[in-house]
């Protein structure tokens, strides 16, 4: 099933952010047995760069995420650590 996330969460975040880079990575086995993980739903994190994150705060930027994964939030993740950087930042 992680694999079937993974696919679900990079065909969104890609769709919406169109990111330059995109690096998903499934955490969920750093926290098992936290009352959290018990629902199934799992832990990731996610470095995303875009070009729409250009003169946007940080704040901000997740929140395009959050909004980018729409019902997987509620449905497929549980956690979610973000890194989100507009081009001229990542190198």
Same mark, same amino acid.
Request: aromatic share 6%.
């Given at each position: #099933? ?6 679900? %969460?990079?065909?969104? &975040?890609? *769709? !919406?952010? @169109?990111?330059?880079? &995109? @690096?998903?990575?499934? !955490? ?8 959290? +993980? ?7 994190? $996610? /470095? $995303? $760069?875009? +070009?729409?994150? +250009?003169? %946007?705060?940080?704040?901000? *930027?997740?929140? #395009? $995420?959050? /909004?980018?994964?729409?019902? &997987? #939030? /509620? ?17």
């Amino acid at each position: #099933m992680s694999t079937e996330r993974l696919e679900k %969460i990079r065909t969104c &975040l890609t *769709r !919406e952010l @169109q990111p330059e880079h &995109l @690096q998903i990575d499934d !955490e969920s086995h750093l926290h098992v047995g936290h009352a959290g +993980a018990k629902d199934g739903r799992g832990h990731f994190f $996610v /470095q $995303v $760069v875009s +070009a729409g994150f +250009a003169g %946007i705060r940080p704040l901000q *930027r997740h929140r #395009m $995420v959050y /909004q980018a994964l729409g019902e &997987l #939030m /509620q449905t497929d993740i549980h956690a979610l650590r973000i890194e989100a950087y507009a081009e001229d930042e990542f190198d």
